[in-house]
Nanobody
Framework: VSLQASGGGLVQAGGSLRLSCAAS????????VGWFRQAPGKDRDFVAA????????NYADSVKGRFTISRDNTKNTVYLQMNSLKPEDTAVYFC?????????????????WGQGTLVTVSS
């Protein structure tokens, strides 16, 4: 599975962005998908995950209530709507497909990774 993340950019604090993660194959629809982010000099951290059907979602505490993950399996695409952005949200955001229909917070659970898209939030 090849994943392509897009939608990053420069935004002021308090603004919004929507990231997209497009997959190359229909088998994407059987896999959970997660979003992770990596700030300069920091580890790659979990942001959000969604189950294969979209019926189950999971968020990091730092983004809960501000970010929403969703998916459209007819388009092989997963989205991350990011509202009320803060400077500490600045990072490269990666999407990843899990090995199975449900995914958690661990990087080891995901075996297909996109190339990342940069989000910069100015204060």
């Amino acid at each position: 599975v090849s994943l392509q993340a897009s939608g990053g950019g420069l935004v002021q604090a308090g603004g919004s962005l929507r990231l997209s993660c497009a997959a190359s194959r229909r088998t994407f629809t059987n896999n959970a998908v997660g979003w992770f982010r990596q700030a300069p000099g920091k580890d790659r951290d979990f942001v959000a995950a969604i189950s294969w059907s979209g019926g189950s979602t999971n968020y990091a505490d730092s983004v809960k209530g501000r970010f929403t993950i969703s998916r459209d399996n007819t388009k092989n695409t997963v989205y991350l709507q990011m509202n009320s952005l803060k400077p500490e949200d600045t990072a490269v955001y990666f999407c990843a497909a899990a090995r199975g229909p449900y995914g958690g917070r661990g990087l080891y659970e995901y075996n297909y990774w996109g190339q990342g898209t940069l989000v910069t939030v100015s204060s």
